[in-house]
């Protein structure tokens, strides 16, 4: 998916929704266990709830890979579930020397290879450029690379501060967005810090920031718009937990539609504030 | 595995090499392609042939991702082949907050959950604390952390000094150490640069070092254990394509031994310069 066609879902949506599909099999209605495969089903019946709400999904991998094969067959399936009019997100912080890099980027982004076809990877900077370029030579795929993390360890390392009193998440926006445009590459910004995206936005004014963080780990949407929005939008929150688990009961797709509505509404509202037609 | 084992090891081999399963369907000889798990059936015999030479394997997990739900059955069936002598890496550079690392950290460390039981896992400091410690939490099993790699890019981030002149890498494993012992914790430090070790040292004098780049990548053996090796050897140094596709024939298996050879006699002549009995 290219930069226009998200531009447009989120004028058509009058949402910036990203729906975290972390998905556990230990947490979803026990009516589902029955299924072949109970966590695509659960995630089946989230996104036809909820895909005129949101304009992408991000799936964590680490919840499938925790269990094993089945785990990733309940990806692919997944993964081959989202509609081609929402932005696919695999939420795998990746990141390895160039040849090994470039396998990452054939098994999210090469359905040929992998079965897999999402639009977007996360990926992480410490290993510097050649980790992260592979990625950026498939056609309308996306880089999301991480820069200020929503945890708590995030201090250990990302707000280390050169000697000309520069971060570490400024210097790695920095660098990298000499590797490619805002057209390509998006960063991960945790919403924990609304203020912070004034620093973010100094070194990325164009390009879409992934934030996660809202609800379950505390940070406001207003927060994040105030200080977030570009004339592109320019943001795409995630809710997961808050979503998928909104009932634990047979109807937990219908309250999942309710809780991304809610969100979908409060950001009707942020985008009115911010006249973004 | 506990660290005593490994050094046993160590001793009784006369070995510190780490055979790397960087298994690339595409580069295997063509007579296995009428398995029906050719990936499998290639590592089986690499390990067949190499297991007694060597202390550890490490499989990198994105040679198996990018062949979908065929490549991750490739690596289950892999790392439960490597011996329990030999301690089994799983080279997957993972790393995100609290609650999905745990979920990373069951993928690897936990065979209910997912089929696999690795001895130790690659991580990736980007996102702090919380990001490493799940993995720590497993008995018996290593978390390798990305210190100074041996890619090009690596000069990016991971060289930036802070305002007291200490190198991101440095200010990671200082950080790290605070975390977990030297009984859990191993670094990733690339050949490619021996005077590095001496750094590296000063900070971790009894970590073990997982050292990828030498060979293909460039780095010197000799080198490395001039300035690497500590009194329990303190080094894993890994090769991969010189062994694994030291013949594209269906003698394969023979040359990968000698190969494996060649590595382990180079390793005992620098251990005997040591006195490491």
């Known amino acids: 998916m290219n930069r226009n066609t998200l531009i447009e879902q989120i004028k058509t949506k009058r949402s ?28 089946k019946m989230i996104i036809d709830a909820t895909h005129d709400l949101c304009v992408s999904y991000k799936i964590n991998t680490a919840f499938y890979e925790s269990r094993g094969i089945a785990g990733w067959q309940s990806l692919v399936a997944t ?43 996360t990926v992480a900077p410490y290993m510097g450029s050649d980790s992260v370029k592979p990625f950026l030579r498939f056609r309308d795929k996306w880089v999301i690379l991480l820069a200020l993390t929503s945890n708590e360890g995030s201090a250990d390392f990302q707000n280390i501060k050169n000697g000309q009193n520069e971060s570490l998440f400024e210097s790695v926006i920095r660098t ?7 057209d390509r590459l998006m960063y991960v910004v945790g919403a924990t810090r609304g203020e ?16 996660p963080g809202v609800g379950a780990q505390g940070g406001s949407l207003q927060d994040v718009c105030r200080y977030g929005l570009n004339r592109d939008c320019g943001l795409l929150v995630n809710s997961s937990r808050a ?31 911010f006249n973004f037609y």
């Open 243 to 273: 979503i998928i688990y909104a009932s634990g009961g047979e109807d937990f797709a219908v309250k999942a539609r309710e809780e991304a509505m809610r969100l979908q509404k409060e950001m009707e509202v942020e985008l009115n504030k």
């Open 196 to 211: 912070a995206f004034l620093t973010i936005r100094k070194h990325a004014p164009d390009n879409f920031l992934l934030v």
């Open 79 to 121: 993964s081959n579930y989202i509609p081609k009019e929402c932005l696919g997100i695999a939420d795998a912080k990746r990141g390895d020397i160039g040849n090994t890099s470039e396998m990452y980027a054939r098994a999210f982004f090469d359905p040929e290879a992998s079965g897999m076809n999402f639009d977007s990877v």
């Open 176 to 182: 990298a967005n000499t590797w490619a445009d805002a």
């Open 16 to 43: 910036f929704l990203c729906v975290g599909l972390d998905t556990d099999i230990n947490k979803i209605p026990r009516f589902l266990l029955e299924k072949s495969d109970p966590v695509f089903e659960f995630n």
